[in-house]
């Protein structure tokens, strides 16, 4: 079954449930993914779901961070919700030592060598690691290997 399947089933799941804050959530999702199938007349397969999802993410973990710098522990507390919900949906995140390892092999791959490096390293890693790892952290560990 593929991720935009899985979604359609947790929005019926949700409905039949009655959870209002699942339900809203699943179908932010699947009007986010339904805009940019009409906007670029494509069906999007689960790579670019997943990419989708992984955005909504960052954009909820960002808005949580504001939320609660300005004291507003409640939409702070809305978009934590709304964070589990869509990582219900995003690949099992990879352990620091797997995503080590992972990353000496690419750069090993690659040959690569410097910070001039970084950018053939990353657009080597990013389709592994898509979804299982947080990019900003993963470029950082990889800028920290090349520079040394």
Do not use: C, H, W
């Not at 397969?45 to 960052?58: H, I, T």
């Not at 961070?65 to 869509?86: F, P, S």
């Amino acid at each position: 079954m593929s991720l935009k399947e899985q979604l359609q089933q947790a929005v019926k799941t949700a409905m039949r449930a009655g959870d209002k804050d699942r339900l809203g959530t699943l179908r932010m999702a699947m009007a986010a993914i339904k805009q940019r199938e009409v906007d670029e007349r494509i069906t999007l397969d689960d790579a670019a779901v997943l990419a989708l999802l992984e955005k909504m993410l960052k954009q909820r973990r960002d808005a949580e961070g504001q939320y609660r710098d300005a004291g507003r522990d409640d939409l702070a507390d809305k978009e934590a919700q709304e964070i589990t919900v869509i990582s219900e949906f995003l690949p099992e995140p990879l352990s620091e030592a797997e995503l080590n390892q992972i990353i000496d092999q690419v750069i090993n791959d690659t040959d690569a060598s410097g910070p001039a490096a970084m950018g053939q390293v990353m657009g080597a890693l990013k389709p592994l690691i898509q979804g299982r790892a947080d990019m900003r952290a993963v470029s950082a560990l990889v800028k920290a290997r090349l520079s040394s």
